[in-house]
Structures are given as structure tokens and as C-alpha cells.
């Protein structure tokens, strides 16, 4: 599969698929775009991903721009067939961090099966170059991308050349809303990270500690202080 960008910030897999992808959150599109887009993000999510529908919440606060920030620019491409939306692809990209988060990717079932077998490692691996040139625009080089998931997913995450180094990594229950809940609390899920070719010379550990960071403090904010998370931290910093 072919994965080329256009200039309306359409982002087009193999034009033979008549799958396009476009970012919902670009803050470049058009106010009227992104509002009318939004609501078919928010299906596709819920059909996805309906324990975590929360987080629609704060996608809304960055469709209207409430909340941006200059280190972080947050994707959330929306896939569609035809004039139809059947998947979302959602990542941050962490300047400060020098790591690309990936939050949420499904496609569904019936257009997977139209898909060749490696579409996802090849839309991935786009979507990683993607973010990679866009960081370099700023004058950052990154250097990891770390996924959350379950064990069982290793295989799938291992072919798209992600690892699970063992740091014993948590969840927040209700994400970056836990405040709303008192304090946090956590469940196991793991951390899968691929290293990106950066030629900073930094170890991997230190790569592994800054994309956690990045998913921990960052996306979660979560203190640092926090038992379960300086315990995570320290394991990373400990490979």
C-alpha cells in the first residue's frame, strides 16, 4: 500500500482502496470542516472503543482550540471509504518528549478484510515518517513511539517492529479526567515502544524513560511523585 498526502490535508492509503484519511484535529482545516467532521470521529470511537469514550471530551476542547499546547500536536485521522468513516488513527506527537504516542487505531472489520495483509505495518510505518518530518519542521528528531495495549497483542505489535520492554507499565482508570475521581488509580496494560533512528547516541533506556514520561506526565498528567508511576519510571530507567 501507497501512502500520499494532498493539499486539502487528505491523507490517502493506496488510491485503489478508495480509503482516505483526514485529521480531524489540524487546526489548519477550517472551523466549519473540523465541526462537521467531528461528530463522525466521535461514532467511530464509540464503536471502537466504548470504555474509553471520555476522552471524545477533550478532543472537543482542541477542535475548538480551547486547549493547544506548542510542544504537543495531537492527530486524529479519520478514516473513511468512499463518503463513509470506518476507522480513526489518533497520536500525539511529543516535541518536548522527542516521542510519538499512539492512543487509539482501529479500522472496521469489513473494510480490514478488503486490505492487504500488511496494510497496517505499512500505514503505520507512514504515519511514523509522517510525524518524523513534521518534528524535524521544529527542529526535533524523535526517537521512540510507544503504543498501550494488551499482552495478547504482542504478535500484532512485534510485526509492526514494537517491543515490550518490561516495566511493569499502568494505566490511569478515567485517563487525563482522573482529577474527576479522586486519586488516580491504575490497571496493567503494556507498554510496546520501537525505536526510531535519531543518532542521538542516547541509550535506550533513557529513549524508553522519555516516551513513558511523555505518556505518563504528559497525556495523563500525572505527578511524578505518585508511587505507582516513580515505580515505573524507575524500572524503565533500570533497563
Same mark, same amino acid.
Given at each position: 500500500?501507497? =501512502?500520499?498526502m /494532498?493539499?486539502?490535508f !487528505?491523507?490517502?492509503v493506496?488510491p485503489?482502496s478508495?480509503?482516505?484519511?483526514?485529521?480531524v484535529?489540524?487546526?489548519?482545516? /477550517?472551523?466549519a470542516d473540523r465541526?462537521?467532521?467531528?461528530?463522525q470521529?466521535?461514532?467511530v470511537?464509540?464503536?471502537?472503543f466504548?470504555d474509553?469514550e471520555?476522552?471524545?471530551?477533550?478532543w !472537543?476542547s482542541i477542535?475548538?482550540?480551547?486547549v493547544s499546547? @506548542?510542544?504537543i500536536?495531537?492527530?486524529a485521522?479519520?478514516?473513511? $471509504?468512499?463518503?463513509e468513516?470506518?476507522?480513526?488513527?489518533? &497520536?500525539d506527537?511529543?516535541l518536548?518528549?522527542?516521542?510519538?504516542?499512539i492512543? =487509539? $487505531?482501529?479500522?472496521d472489520k @469489513?473494510?480490514r478484510r478488503t486490505l492487504?495483509?500488511y496494510?497496517?505495518? %505499512?500505514l503505520? +510505518? !507512514? &504515519?511514523?515518517?509522517?510525524?518524523?518530518? +513534521?518534528a524535524?519542521?521544529?527542529s526535533?528528531?524523535l +526517537?521512540a513511539?510507544m !503504543?498501550?495495549?494488551?499482552?495478547e497483542?504482542l504478535?500484532?505489535w512485534?510485526?509492526?517492529?514494537?517491543t515490550?520492554?518490561?516495566? #511493569?507499565y499502568q494505566e490511569p482508570v478515567? #485517563?487525563?479526567q482522573?482529577?474527576d475521581?479522586?486519586?488516580?488509580?491504575?490497571?496493567p496494560?503494556?507498554a510496546f515502544?520501537r525505536m526510531?533512528?535519531? #543518532?542521538?547516541?542516547?541509550? %535506550?533506556s533513557?529513549?524508553?524513560?522519555?516516551?513513558?514520561?511523555?505518556f505518563?506526565?504528559?497525556a495523563y /498528567?500525572?505527578?511524578?511523585?505518585?508511587?505507582v508511576v516513580?515505580?515505573i519510571? /524507575?524500572r524503565c530507567s533500570?533497563?
Open positions: 500500500m501507497h =501512502f500520499l /494532498d493539499s486539502e !487528505a491523507h490517502v493506496d485503489h478508495n480509503i482516505t484519511f483526514v485529521d484535529l489540524d487546526l489548519r482545516r /477550517d472551523i465541526t462537521q467532521l467531528f461528530p470521529l466521535k461514532s470511537h464509540r464503536r471502537h466504548p474509553y471520555y476522552v471524545v471530551d477533550q !472537543a477542535l475548538d482550540e480551547s499546547s @506548542e510542544h500536536i495531537k492527530h485521522w479519520l478514516a473513511f $471509504v468512499g463518503n468513516p470506518c476507522g480513526q488513527f489518533i &497520536i506527537v511529543n518536548t518528549r522527542e516521542s510519538i504516542l492512543h =487509539f $487505531v482501529a479500522m @469489513e473494510v492487504p495483509r496494510w497496517l505495518r %505499512d503505520m +510505518e !507512514a &504515519i511514523v515518517e509522517y510525524c518524523q518530518v +513534521e524535524q519542521q521544529h526535533v528528531q +526517537e513511539a !503504543a498501550e495495549s494488551y499482552p497483542y504478535w500484532k512485534a510485526e509492526l517492529g514494537y515490550d520492554p518490561p516495566v #511493569g478515567h #485517563g487525563a482522573w482529577r475521581h479522586g486519586e488516580p488509580e491504575f490497571f496494560l503494556t515502544v526510531l533512528d535519531s #543518532g542521538s547516541g542516547r541509550a %535506550d533513557e529513549k524508553i524513560t522519555s516516551v513513558v514520561r511523555a505518563l506526565l504528559d /498528567d500525572l505527578p511524578e511523585e505518585n508511587p516513580s515505580k519510571l /524507575d533500570s533497563l
